[in-house]
């Protein structure tokens, strides 16, 4: 099984509300990842966490919070987004070297 | 830091033909290749992988090739169907980082 699933599939908020992305995966990997892609573009990486730990923190706002409750789940907080934050939101697991990463569907994200 | 790019944007082919889609990267620590298929509305599928050790690797109906003299990569898919259209990312990582850096992606377009 080589499942990584989100919820929400959408999203529409406004700026001043907080929601949650959530993250699951089974197959056992100690990496789990969030990207930000727009539109016509390559996913960028905004947060890892190795062995539930965040390891890399690619500079994102802090209005962007990660959190890794256990190995196989991991959530986005939202707080304060701004427009130019709409986008889908992926979710990827790997083994702890980073390699063979597997991406989720994503969370289509739209801020008014 | 690594930079990677694809050598064109979009690639027309018809049913039945084999497509190939080059990468080009510039670190030549880089030890890990992926390709990844991006459908509409989904996240990325992991499609092959190859490892600096290799030139070539074979799954089903996809190649991959790797030329580290001149840092190049390439997809080839055998025998194009219509199901194949999507947007393609070649994405390297180097051993010891977690971090995949993407290409600019390639829409593979297949008319019958």
């Known amino acids: 099984d080589t499942e990584v699933t989100q919820t929400p599939k959408h999203l529409v908020m406004g700026m001043t509300n907080k929601k949650s992305l959530k993250c699951e995966q089974h197959?056992?990997?100690?990496?789990m990842y969030w990207y930000k892609q727009k539109a016509k573009k390559p996913p960028e990486l905004m947060f890892v966490?190795?062995?539930?730990?965040?390891?890399i923190n690619e500079s994102v706002p802090s209005r962007f919070s990660p959190e890794c409750p256990n190995s196989s789940l991991l959530n986005l907080h939202l707080h304060a987004l701004q427009p130019e934050d709409s986008a889908l939101y992926l979710c990827?697991?790997?083994?702890?070297?980073?390699?063979?990463?597997?991406f989720g569907p994503g969370t289509r994200l739209l801020v008014l | 830091g690594e930079s990677v790019g694809l050598h064109l944007p979009t690639l027309s082919v018809q049913e039945g033909d084999n497509s190939i889609i080059n990468c080009a990267y510039s670190n030549s620590a880089s030890d890990y290749f992926i390709w990844y298929k991006q459908e509409s509305g989904k996240g990325p599928q992991f499609i092959i992988d190859i490892r600096s050790n290799m030139d070539k690797r074979q799954g089903q109906r996809v190649t991959v090739l790797l030329n580290k003299t001149v840092k190049h990569l390439s997809l080839q898919i055998a025998a194009t169907q219509p199901g194949d259209s999507a947007v393609y990312f070649c994405a390297v990582l180097m051993t010891g980082f977690q971090k995949l850096v993407f290409g600019t992606g390639t829409r593979l377009l297949v008319s019958p």
């Open positions: 990827a697991s790997s083994p702890p070297n980073g390699e063979t990463q597997y």
């Open positions: 966490y190795s062995y539930e730990k965040l390891s």
């Open positions: 197959m056992g990997h100690r990496a």
